[in-house]
């Protein structure tokens, strides 16, 4: 595998957020991606400087400049599970677990050296305990039947994917079994960096 793995957000024609991640390897399991801190990003920026998160319509995406940022806070390990509506992700601060993220997303479109993801705004936030909430259930609610994200039987769609992988958290199945909780980079991976043109 290459050194840099880039994962894009699509909306719409446009890429709305890339980030650059070190391919850790693919097997049954999936495509296990690691970010850590220090990583290129380059995210959409909205007139206030900050990063836009949930821009209410397609054209919101493509007329904000797309700026390139350094990621902060957690590193994350991230498992694209074969031809799943989702990611998991792993989070740890100061080298320890801090709890699992189900991003829903659609069944992304994969490339050499690339991944393109469409978001679904609707996420799980786990704690290492394994007690987890929705999280952004209100832009999900609210995109839903807008043109350009998902109608209302797809929305059903991706509750449904998001209490499938639930149950898997409650049952502590795979990959919420304590697999990569320990999870550490090998120190000799180069930073991520973003490839000049990451469009
Ligand atoms: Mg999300």
Same mark, same amino acid.
């Given at each position: 595998m290459r050194q840099v793995f880039v994962r894009r957000y699509l909306r719409g024609p446009y890429v709305s957020w890339a980030q650059a991640t070190h391919p850790v390897g693919e097997d049954e399991r999936g495509l296990l991606l690691w970010l850590p801190v220090g990583a290129d990003f380059a995210c959409r920026v909205g007139l206030d400087g900050d *990063?836009?998160? /949930?821009? %209410?319509?397609?054209e919101d995406y493509g007329a904000a400049p797309l700026q390139r940022r350094t990621w902060t806070d957690l590193d994350v390990l991230i498992l694209h599970p074969p031809g799943a509506a989702h990611s998991v992700w792993w989070f740890f601060k100061n080298k320890g677990f801090h709890g699992w993220y189900v991003n829903l997303e659609a069944r992304p479109a994969r490339r050499t050296d690339a991944i393109d993801v469409v978001d679904h705004h609707l996420d799980i936030v786990v704690t290492p305990d394994r007690e987890w909430r929705w999280k952004d259930e209100d832009t999900f609610t609210d995109r839903t039947g807008v043109p350009g994200f998902w109608s209302e039987a797809e929305a059903q769609g991706i509750r449904a994917e998001g209490e499938r992988v639930a149950a898997a958290i409650e049952a502590a199945r @795979? *990959? @919420? /079994?304590?697999?990569?909780?320990d999870f550490r980079p090998d *120190?000799?991976? %180069?930073r991520p960096a973003l490839p000049q043109d990451p469009l």
């Open positions: *990063p836009l998160r /949930d821009a %209410p319509g397609i @795979f *990959p @919420f /079994d304590g697999t990569w909780c *120190p000799s991976w %180069p």
